[in-house]
C-alpha cells in the first residue's frame, strides 16, 4: 500500500507543476475610474442610473417638476452625463404621471460619484494568451432634493447602486462566457 501512495506523488507533483509556473505569468491591470464612449461602459452606467431612480420615494403624479442636475467631481464629461441624468429623470417623472418644465415644484439632483472602472486579468505563456478577463462596474450615487413651491424640502433620497458586467474569454478567440456575477 506504501509502494501505491509513493508512486502518485511524482505525478500529482507533475500536475501540479505547470499550474505553478503559468500563476507567475499572470497579471492584472486597473484601469482608471472613466466614462467613456464604450457600449459595455455606457449600459453599466445606465444600469447603475436606472437602479439608483428606484430609491426615489418622491412622487411626481400631476406635478410640473423643474429639473436640476449638477455632477460634482473629476468628470471627463460633466456636461454630457448631466444630460443625460437629466433625460433619465424626465423620462421618469413623466413615466409617472407627471410633467417636465418650471413649475412650483423642483428637483435638484447632485451627482457625487458616476463613473465607470475596468479590471483585465490576463493569463499567458511565452506571449500565448490562455486566459483573459474584463469586468467592468459602473458606480453612481445621487442626492436627491425636493422642494415645494415655497421652497421647502419635501424630501432627500440617496442612492448609490453600481452594476457589473464581466467578459470571460479563453485564449483571446473562445468566448466571451457568462461569469458568475
Not at 3 to 29: G, M, N, Q, W, Y
Not at 75 to 102: D, N
Not at 147 to 165: I, M
Amino acid at each position: 500500500m506504501a509502494e501505491r501512495f509513493s508512486r502518485k506523488a511524482p505525478i500529482r507533483a507533475l500536475f501540479f507543476l505547470p499550474l505553478l509556473i503559468l500563476s507567475a505569468c499572470a497579471t492584472v491591470d486597473y484601469l482608471p475610474p472613466r466614462q467613456g464612449t464604450s457600449a459595455e461602459l455606457q449600459s453599466i452606467l445606465a444600469r447603475s442610473l436606472e437602479e439608483n431612480l428606484k430609491e426615489i420615494s418622491f412622487d411626481p403624479a400631476g406635478k410640473t417638476v423643474d429639473i436640476q442636475v449638477r455632477a460634482l467631481g473629476g468628470h471627463q464629461t460633466p456636461q454630457g452625463l448631466e444630460r443625460y441624468v437629466k433625460s433619465l429623470l424626465q423620462e421618469w417623472t413623466v413615466q409617472k404621471g407627471g410633467k417636465v418644465g418650471p413649475g412650483i415644484w423642483r428637483m435638484d439632483v447632485f451627482l457625487p460619484v458616476l463613473g465607470t472602472t475596468a479590471t483585465r486579468r490576463d493569463l499567458s505563456s511565452q506571449n500565448i494568451p490562455l486566459y483573459y478577463s474584463e469586468r467592468f462596474r459602473g458606480t453612481g450615487q445621487m442626492v436627491v432634493v425636493a422642494r415645494d413651491g415655497e421652497g421647502k424640502v419635501a424630501g432627500v433620497w440617496r442612492a448609490g447602486k453600481g452594476s457589473e458586467l464581466a467578459d470571460v474569454f479563453l485564449m483571446r478567440i473562445l468566448g466571451p462566457f457568462d461569469a458568475p456575477f
